[in-house]
């Protein structure tokens, strides 16, 4: 009885070993910058909203440059992921970043509210999170290129 117990561990063990053994490696910072891409077509994206505006009708140049809604200015995407929960006016309460992005698509784009673990919130919170990075470095890289060598 016991050697049967002991060669059915050993066939599980190896079963599952050679289950892992098809897997790839999963490279952290290309998964990362998958979900920012699909992020930006999102936030250019009028399918969420039931009325033809996108993130992007409000968050100019996908939210690097300061935009409007009706009279109000919106500013620009600066250090967002850092400064997530805050009071956000719009709703008159301390929201989280996923909380925002829900209250943009539900109110101004009248669009159904992603669930908390729908990929596209995370696409979304990603580029979000991220443009501001992005731009900075970009900006960076531009006057390292601008500058005369010596």
């Known amino acids: ?14 079963a599952v070993a050679l289950s892992f053994a098809g897997e790839k490696e999963t490279d ?3 998964e990362m910058k998958q979900s920012f891409m699909r992020g930006k077509e999102l936030f250019m994206d009028t399918s969420l909203g039931t009325n033809g ?18 009279d ?7 250090h967002v992921g850092k400064k997530y929960p805050m009071y ?8 989280t970043l996923d909380q925002v992005v829900n209250f943009c698509v539900t109110t101004p784009m009248e669009g159904k509210a992603l669930a ?35």
Request: aromatic share 6%; with cysteine.
């Open 1 to 14: 009885m016991k050697r049967g117990a002991v060669l059915i561990s050993i066939l599980l063990l190896v």
């Open 72 to 78: 109000m200015e919106i500013p620009p995407f600066e």
């Open 88 to 95: 956000f006016k719009m709703a008159g309460k301390v929201m």
């Open 53 to 70: 505006m996108s993130c992007n009708s409000c968050h100019a140049e996908g939210g690097t440059k300061a935009g409007k809604m009706g």
């Open 28 to 30: 952290p910072k290309q």
């Open 116 to 150: 908390w673990d729908d990929q596209r919130m995370a696409d979304l919170v990603a580029y979000i999170s991220w443009i501001d990075e992005v731009k900075i470095k970009k900006k960076e890289s531009m006057e390292k290129e601008e500058k005369p060598k010596k």
